[in-house]
T-cell receptor, first 114, second 110 residues
């Protein structure tokens, strides 16, 4: 499967723990986007990265959230000291370039905070 | 309201009927995209229409764009039960990321 791969599909954490969500973009794609989706709602943009660079993080909460896209390996969305309100589906998308290119989405990671 | 906002929020039709969903946005765009999301899955890209285009077709899908009214419509002809999903429009708003609307939940009844 050459599509966008996200893991894990489901992640359960207790309040105060850390959550790490991984995204492997489609082969050849160097642009990665992270979104958050609450039930029955649309996607909210969080962060846009290219290899080793954060291009736009205007949708990321200032505290506890961070993202990276290293030269080698998947993109990681990290949430420290999780709270109940972090429970959501987190989707990753990749594209060949920004702007006028379609985004290809993974099936998401559903994060549940106990 | 948001940059991209779909209307109606929910739509229920019989198999074989046509389904029309609308999207309105606020600021100038370079392009507008429509996506579909099945329950529990990621979004699937359907059509991208550029700001200098007025209409685009793909199979049973027809998308129109009216930049003077800042609106777009997605028409699904001869709907099937498998078309049941949520449909989202996304606009680039001149920036480097996309803004998604809250979506239209389409139910096609057999």
């Amino acid at each position: 499967n050459a599509g966008v791969m996200q893991n894990p599909r489901h992640l359960v954490r207790r309040r105060g723990q850390e959550a790490r969500l991984r995204c492997s973009p489609m082969k050849g794609h160097s642009h990665v986007y992270w979104y958050r989706q609450l039930p029955e709602e649309g996607l909210k943009f969080m962060v846009y990265l290219q290899k080793e660079n954060i291009i736009d993080e205007s949708g990321m909460p200032k505290e506890r959230f961070s993202a990276e896209f290293p030269k080698e390996g998947p993109s990681i969305l990290r949430i420290q000291q999780v709270v109940r309100g972090d429970s959501a589906a987190y989707f990753c998308a990749s594209s060949l370039a920004d702007g006028n290119q379609p985004q290809h989405f993974g099936d998401g990671t559903r994060l549940s905070i106990l | 309201s948001q940059q991209g906002e779909e209307d109606p929020q929910a739509l229920s039709i019989q198999e074989g009927e046509n389904a029309t969903m609308n999207c309105s946005y606020k600021t100038s765009i370079n392009n507008l995209q429509w996506y579909r999301q099945n329950s529990g899955r990621g979004l699937v890209h359907l059509i991208l229409i550029r700001s200098n285009e007025r209409e685009k077709h793909s199979g049973r899908l027809r998308v129109t764009l009216d930049t003077s009214k800042k609106s777009s419509s997605l028409l699904i002809t001869a709907s099937r039960a498998a078309d049941t999903a949520s449909y989202f429009c996304a606009t680039d708003a001149g920036g480097q990321n996309f803004v998604f609307g809250p979506g239209t939940r389409l139910s096609v009844l057999p």
